[in-house]
């Protein structure tokens, strides 16, 4: 039985705010390790007895996709765009239906992309599990077997205690996130299980599924699949008919309406990072339980969290004690650490004031590359560039402001109107206002170049585009 995975990945997370944001969430930054959470995702579910995976993400995600996928060497089987989120169920209904339409026997893991499941094999097995189960029409879940009283999770109350043997046992039903003493006494009492929002079943049982329970969502989500558009690799769902669909999770529209339903317990170790007391008991804390990542040092500290992503910027930590510090360029988080769940207040608070830090990410990452802004004033603006390989910017123009580049890694080949040239390192081109100008990186190596703007304005959107590979707008 061969297995399609499909990877949600349009979420935007505020517990890990600094570094997760709306415009570049959690699961594509390095939080524990060398690779994003994605990344990792993609490459547990790879492999034999994995077909390729099915990527369901929003718009402004679709080329880290591509981009993050192809550093680890996986082929993506589809890609589908959503035009705004939904939730998890009309995200799995559009899988489904996908599916369908290649294969009507088709058998889909459905996997958030954010989790943390170092034992790749453990969790192979457990999916192999389910098999015997997707084999009968049952919709599978997966239950973490929990280890502490956590009130951040919900819960898969199944009708037996779990045994050693790895296999499917019923279910008897969700339960929400509870609080600490009734967290306590499901824990003592041994026939709870977490809750991973991971789901294993024949698509056609699940399109059956909301047919049974959620009738009302199957035409739009079908319509939107149908008249979805190709573009540059992409499936494009329809807006229109999407947007009709019910925001709601997959639990509540249809898996706890469900009679058909069964649970795989899961003994190894698994996360969903939901917090940064999460990342920091996940990173390993030393004997007095610091953790530093990056640019960070810890003087006399206990239970403490310092980190910085930013390598301009050191965190310094002095006496502290069950304290989290993070740093970005931009912003920075200092917390108990008890307060984990809480940072989300944060990022509501700097939404009230407007403030960009709530929902942008220092770095903006284009299909080409990524710039961030160094300095910014009143008519000016400095930016540094990074462009991949081979990768090229949209032969473009500007109405208010006038450019200087200076190539500092790599070479770049410079349009400006009519003249195509090659600029080296520490050489520089200026683009007049109104200028006709495009940036190529012709090498094999990333090119970065420093961009001055000067003018009467220098946002984003004082930007004509001529023509431009990857079909923006």
């Given at each position: 039985?061969k297995?399609?995975?499909?990877?949600?990945?349009g979420g935007?997370?505020t517990?890990?705010?600094p570094?997760?944001r709306?415009?570049y969430?959690?699961?594509?930054s390095?939080?524990?390790?060398?690779?994003?959470?994605?990344?990792?995702s993609?490459g547990?579910?790879?492999?034999a007895?994995?077909?390729?995976?099915v990527?369901?993400t929003?718009?402004?995600?679709?080329f880290?996709?591509?981009e993050?996928l192809?550093?680890?060497?996986?082929d993506?089987?589809?890609?589908?765009?959503?035009?705004?989120?939904r939730?998890?169920?009309?995200a799995v209904l559009?899988?489904a239906?996908?599916?369908l339409?290649?294969?009507?026997?088709?058998?889909?893991l459905?996997a958030p992309?954010?989790h943390?499941?170092?034992d790749?094999?453990?969790f192979?097995?457990?999916?192999?599990?389910g098999k015997?189960?997707?084999?009968?029409?049952k919709?599978?879940t997966?239950?973490?077997?929990p280890t502490h009283a956590?009130?951040?999770?919900?819960?898969?109350?199944?009708?037996?205690?779990?045994?050693?043997?790895v296999?499917p046992?019923?279910?008897?039903?969700?339960v929400e996130?509870p609080?600490?003493?009734?967290?306590?006494?499901?824990?003592?009492?041994g026939?709870?299980?977490?809750?991973?929002?991971?789901?294993?079943f024949?698509?056609k049982?699940?399109l059956a599924?909301f047919?049974?329970?959620?009738?009302?969502?199957v035409?739009?989500?079908?319509?939107a699949?149908?008249?979805g558009?190709?573009d540059?690799?992409?499936?494009?769902l329809a807006p229109e008919?999407?947007c009709?669909?019910e925001?709601?999770?997959?639990d509540?529209a249809?898996?706890e309406?469900?009679d058909n339903?069964?649970?795989v317990?899961f003994?190894?170790?698994w996360?969903?990072?939901?917090?940064?007391?999460?990342?920091?008991?996940?990173?390993?804390?030393?004997?007095?339980?610091?953790v530093?990542t990056g640019e960070?040092?810890a003087?006399d500290?206990d239970?403490?969290?310092l980190?910085s992503d930013?390598?301009?910027?050191e965190?310094v930590?002095i006496?502290?004690?069950?304290v989290?510090?993070?740093?970005?360029?931009d912003?920075v988080?200092?917390?108990?650490?008890?307060?984990?769940q809480d940072?989300?207040?944060?990022?509501?608070?700097?939404?009230?004031?407007k403030a960009?830090?709530?929902?942008?990410?220092?770095?903006?990452h284009r299909?080409w590359?990524w710039?961030e802004?160094?300095v910014?004033g009143?008519?000016f603006?400095?930016?540094?560039?990074?462009v991949?390989?081979g990768?090229?910017?949209?032969?473009q123009?500007?109405?208010?402001r006038?450019e200087?580049w200076?190539v500092?890694?790599?070479?770049?080949?410079?349009?400006?109107?009519?003249?195509?040239?090659?600029?080296?390192?520490?050489?520089?081109?200026?683009i007049?206002?109104?200028?006709?100008?495009?940036?190529?990186?012709?090498g094999?190596?990333?090119?970065?170049?420093?961009?001055?703007?000067t003018?009467?304005y220098?946002g984003?959107d004082?930007?004509v585009?001529?023509?431009?590979?990857y079909?923006?707008q």
């Amino acid at each position: 039985m061969k297995v399609t995975p499909v990877i949600l990945c349009g979420g935007s997370g505020t517990r890990l705010w600094p570094l997760s944001r709306k415009s570049y969430p959690k699961q594509f930054s390095k939080i524990v390790g060398d690779t994003s959470l994605f990344q990792r995702s993609a490459g547990r579910l790879a492999g034999a007895g994995f077909a390729a995976p099915v990527v369901v993400t929003g718009s402004d995600f679709r080329f880290i996709v591509t981009e993050q996928l192809a550093a680890q060497g996986i082929d993506p089987g589809a890609i589908l765009i959503e035009p705004e989120g939904r939730n998890t169920a009309p995200a799995v209904l559009a899988a489904a239906l996908y599916a369908l339409n290649e294969d009507p026997e088709a058998v889909l893991l459905v996997a958030p992309s954010d989790h943390l499941i170092p034992d790749e094999a453990a969790f192979h097995a457990a999916v192999e599990a389910g098999k015997s189960a997707v084999e009968q029409g049952k919709l599978v879940t997966f239950g973490i077997t929990p280890t502490h009283a956590e009130t951040a999770y919900g819960y898969l109350e199944v009708a037996e205690k779990p045994g050693d043997a790895v296999a499917p046992i019923p279910l008897s039903r969700f339960v929400e996130k509870p609080d600490l003493a009734t967290a306590t006494r499901m824990l003592e009492q041994g026939t709870f299980l977490w809750n991973a929002g991971i789901f294993l079943f024949r698509a056609k049982d699940m399109l059956a599924a909301f047919e049974a329970h959620a009738p009302e969502m199957v035409a739009p989500v079908r319509d939107a699949v149908q008249q979805g558009k190709p573009d540059l690799g992409f499936l494009r769902l329809a807006p229109e008919p999407w947007c009709q669909a019910e925001d709601i999770s997959i639990d509540y529209a249809v898996m706890e309406r469900s009679d058909n339903l069964a649970v795989v317990p899961f003994t190894g170790h698994w996360s969903d990072l939901g917090g940064w007391d999460a990342v920091w008991r996940e990173a390993a804390p030393d004997a007095r339980g610091v953790v530093t990542t990056g640019e960070a040092t810890a003087i006399d500290c206990d239970d403490t969290l310092l980190r910085s992503d930013s390598d301009r910027l050191e965190v310094v930590g002095i006496g502290l004690k069950n304290v989290m510090a993070i740093a970005m360029n931009d912003a920075v988080l200092v917390a108990d650490i008890s307060r984990a769940q809480d940072v989300k207040l944060a990022v509501s608070a700097l939404k009230q004031k407007k403030a960009p830090q709530a929902t942008e990410f220092p770095k903006d990452h284009r299909p080409w590359g990524w710039f961030e802004s160094l300095v910014v004033g009143d008519r000016f603006q400095v930016k540094r560039i990074l462009v991949h390989p081979g990768a090229a910017l949209s032969l473009q123009s500007h109405f208010h402001r006038s450019e200087h580049w200076i190539v500092v890694e790599g070479t770049a080949r410079v349009t400006i109107n009519d003249e195509v040239k090659l600029v080296t390192e520490n050489e520089s081109v200026y683009i007049p206002v109104g200028s006709k100008h495009r940036m190529e990186n012709p090498g094999k190596v990333p090119m970065v170049l420093i961009e001055v703007q000067t003018g009467t304005y220098v946002g984003e959107d004082d930007i004509v585009r001529y023509e431009d590979v990857y079909a923006r707008q």
